[in-house]
């Protein structure tokens, strides 16, 4: 294996193993017993390594910096929507959207306003309604 995807993919595993550690709360780290115990800041979920895990990893420490990572490797892809959690939502009557009241990503629960319309029908429609209740 070539050295430079050697050390991504160690880097990989190694990010692999941190990435749980800022998910939640959690008590105080367990005693050193000769186990590493990474902890997220303020506490949080712990991934604990014995002695032979972190042997077989052969990890090296670094102080984090910018730098452009090679190589790199492009593969044509596309970026779809997964089919069950993607909606296409249609009026119910004609109009103009005036205001989106939600952007790409944000969490909507059922009921909350996506969208403000503007719409001739739905005018008609609270016109009608006034004068026929007048009439009543």
């Known amino acids: 294996m ?8 160690k880097l990989f595993a190694f990010a692999c193993l941190l990435a749980p550690a800022g998910c939640g709360g959690g008590g105080e780290p367990e005693p050193d017993n000769g186990n590493a115990v990474i902890e997220a800041e303020g506490g949080g979920d712990r991934v604990v390594l014995g002695s ?14 910018v730098m452009n990572l090679t190589p790199s490797l492009e593969v044509p892809a596309e970026i779809v929507p997964i089919p069950d959690r993607h909606a296409t939502i249609g009026p119910r ?12 990503g944000d969490e909507v629960t ?8 503007e719409s001739v029908d739905v005018g008609r429609a609270a016109a009608d309604y006034i004068s026929a209740e007048a009439d009543l």
């Open 110 to 117: 059922p009921g909350s306003p996506i969208v403000t319309m």
């Open 52 to 65: 032979e895990a972190l042997e077989s990893l052969d990890l090296e420490y670094a102080t984090a910096e």
């Open 2 to 9: 070539n050295r430079g995807y050697k050390d991504l993919s």
């Open 93 to 104: 009557v004609a109009g103009r959207v005036s205001r989106v009241d939600v952007n790409v």
